[in-house]
């Protein structure tokens, strides 16, 4: 006792996410008081508690029950997976149900709950236990007639828990205005933990609040909670931060050509893909590409559908060409199908933390994420979503989730405003254009990547999605038939250019031919006229030069030598 | 009398289940019946046990006189044995038989209520 003045000590209960809001577990050594309404779980977290002490962490227990017997209760917990029986047989739990009936008590005159004393301490000592559940001691105000006594009685009670040193669980019943029906918080100062089951719009959530804890920082909010076959479990929602890695490794989308338009090699692992669009539009084949391609390297694939069954998924995957049956049997596929309103949105997330911790998916898928806002209203939705969203990257899960555009609306604007969260988003749309509707994909942001800013015509065939380019020109973009008959006309039309080009070039040509052969002509021409005056020049200088010959015979002969050239250059004058 | 009480306990506190020391003893002019089987179950020799074994040994020798016995169960030495009446408040008288099975609880000073409790008053 004196050791918790210095230093609070913790037990750890063991129950998922309990342990995370109180920071370590209940105060060890002193009674706690979980308080709430009818049929909201106290008994079961205690229990739970018990159990998981006894088996997890070696502390026995004692379980004293005023409202079920032994044999209830082991039925009661069974179905939650706790083998009552087999702990009692092995003394690590004992039960001892205290059956008190007003009827059969007559009460004549002092009197002191050491009975009740003397029991817990023979139940305590006989395996050692550290934990100790009260379940629910009110039962004693409506059993025992004097509340007096009882208050005084239920004080020492509570001295004499803490004196042995065990950690308990005093559980009570919700009262008017109080914490419990007979203000039990009075005797239970250390730490108080209530539960509530509330009803919103039809659809129920049990939420963990911790009131009080003397002497330890706790969470303040109220978490919700789940009980199912595996037992207890808070899901500490707020308290996730958003410290998660981000990793350069990528994940194909099942679609090389989208593969391409995201920078070649798909999404981020760990990122969120938001594929938006309107009824039709190919949001889940998109998705089950992702999954198919997933699977197929032998990553495990979480689909959680809110509109079909698995069944109707898997059939309609085939009709795509997608074969997701194979996967489920391996076990690296599975469904988690349930209506959204079937439960809050806070049981949701909680289921989907429980879903990724035991089953530990690579990717998963929501589809569609938009089924949710019928469930609460838009900031709650968005809230949850956000924690939704930051419990799968934290925990580095490639999420894909599908949202349904309604006919009318902006479609870039998806009806929970969930796209800021987003690290890539697809959308996909309609394209209606001469009595015909195609699909178009964009790339509308992708971060920390290059990604295509084109608009890519979606086709779904048997063999799968493919995307092909859009016909882009001529001020309009069209795809479907209607690309098609574009295409055609287009290539009709440059056929024809190309023949007109073809007959430009022919005539150039010819022209360039004659232009040739002109020229020839006139070159022909030209050469025969320098032929014959070049001929005349020539026979002009023989004749000039015979004829200085011969007047240098008759100088030589006349002895003149001199005046021979002189004769000769006036000879050239001429 | 208080004397007689404490051995009284002692006694049946070290073997109470087996031996039944009885306080039985013959009825005077009374109606014979059933036999009185009472468990005064008390915590060690508090002044409250005390008052409630002379309370009830005066009761019984009033009122059932040679037809009653009295088990006096010391839950200190033996507290399985709580469990078997669920026992919670000490002390506290149980009316084994004639069935049903009574419980009354408290010192036993209000002497009407006891008697109410045993159904003793009905019958008088």
């Known amino acids: ?574 | 009398m208080s004397a007689a009480a404490k051995t009284e306990k002692k006694t049946s506190s070290k073997s109470p289940a087996k031996n039944r020391k009885a306080l039985s003893k013959p009825a005077k002019g009374e109606p014979a019946g059933e036999i009185w089987e009472l468990k005064l179950y008390v915590a060690g020799q508090t002044p409250k046990s005390v008052t409630a074994f002379n309370n009830l040994k005066n009761l019984c020798e009033e009122h059932l006189k040679g037809i009653y016995k009295i088990e006096v169960i010391d839950l200190l030495k033996n507290p399985q044995l709580a469990k078997g009446d669920q026992i919670l408040a000490l002390p506290t008288l149980v009316r084994k038989l004639p069935v049903p099975i009574r419980k009354i609880i408290g010192d036993l000073s209000n002497t009407e209520r006891v008697l109410v409790g045993l159904d003793l008053r009905v019958g008088k």
């Open chain 1, 1 to 574: 006792m004196q050791k918790m003045m210095s230093a609070l000590k913790k037990c750890a209960t063991g129950i998922q996410g309990l342990d995370e809001i109180t920071q370590g577990g209940l105060p060890k050594g002193r009674p706690t008081l979980v308080c709430g309404s009818a049929g909201c779980g106290k008994t079961l977290l205690a229990m739970e508690f018990l159990v998981r002490g006894a088996v997890q962490f070696n502390e026995p227990g004692v379980f004293m029950a005023f409202e079920e017997n032994a044999e209830e209760l082991t039925k009661n917990v069974a179905s939650l997976g706790f083998d009552l029986e087999d702990l009692s047989k092995k003394k690590k739990i004992v039960v001892d149900y205290v059956y008190i009936e007003r009827s059969e008590i007559e009460e004549t005159g002092e009197y002191d709950l050491e009975g009740l004393f003397i029991r817990l301490d023979h139940a305590i000592k006989s395996v050692g236990a550290k934990r100790v559940v009260i379940d629910t001691i009110e039962a004693l105000f409506s059993g025992l007639p004097n509340p007096n006594v009882l208050r005084a009685e239920l004080r020492r009670l509570f001295r004499w828990l803490k004196a042995q040193g065990v950690t308990a669980i005093i559980t009570g019943e919700k009262g008017e205005g109080t914490l419990t029906r007979h203000g039990l918080e009075e005797y239970v100062a250390d730490c108080v933990i209530m539960l509530d089951h509330r009803v919103t719009e039809q659809i129920s959530t049990r939420r963990l609040r911790i009131v009080k804890y003397r002497g330890s920082v706790h969470g303040t909010n109220e978490y919700p909670f789940l009980i199912d076959e595996t037992g207890f479990s808070v899901l500490p929602i707020t308290s996730v931060g958003l410290n998660h890695k981000a990793t350069d490794e990528r994940v194909p989308t099942g679609i090389p050509r989208l593969d391409a338009m995201l920078d070649g090699k798909g999404y981020y692992r760990g990122s969120s893909i938001l594929v938006s669009g309107t009824a039709g539009t190919g949001k889940t084949s998109l998705a089950m590409h992702l999954v198919n391609k997933a699977c197929s390297r032998g990553e495990r694939c979480l689909y959680m559908a809110s509109e079909e069954s698995a069944h109707q998924i898997i059939r309609n995957a085939k009709s795509i060409g997608l074969d997701l049956a194979p996967w489920v049997k391996k076990g690296l596929l599975h469904f988690h199908v349930a209506r959204p309103t079937y439960s809050g949105l806070e049981m949701h997330l909680v289921t989907i933390n429980k879903l990724i911790r035991e089953f530990r998916p690579n990717i998963a898928v929501i589809d569609p994420i938009t089924g949710m806002t019928n469930i609460g209203s838009v900031d709650e939705v968005k809230a949850m979503l956000m924690r939704m969203i930051d419990i799968l990257k934290s925990s580095y899960i490639t999420t894909l989730c599908t949202s349904l555009t309604h006919g009318g609306q902006n479609l870039e604007q998806t009806v929970v405003a969930v796209t800021s969260l987003m690290d890539t988003w697809l959308l996909l749309r309609d394209i209606e254009y001469n009595g015909e509707r195609t699909r178009g994909l964009y790339v509308l942001k992708s971060r920390g990547m290059a990604h295509s800013n084109q608009i890519r015509e979606f086709l779904i065939t048997a063999k799968g999605i493919d995307l092909t380019d859009v016909y882009v020109g001529q001020g309009m973009v069209l795809t479907g038939s209607a690309r098609r008959v574009q295409e055609m006309k287009e290539k009709a039309e440059s056929v024809v250019r190309r023949e007109e080009l073809e007959r430009v070039k022919r005539e150039l040509e010819r022209k360039r031919l004659i232009m040739e052969a002109k020229i020839n002509e006139v070159r022909a021409e030209y050469e025969s006229a320098e032929e014959a005056l070049l001929a005349s020049v020539k026979e002009q200088e023989l004749k000039e030069n015979a004829l200085a010959a011969d007047r240098g015979v008759i100088a030589g002969m006349r002895k003149a030598d001199a005046s021979s050239k002189k004769k000769g250059r006036i000879y050239k004058q001429k």
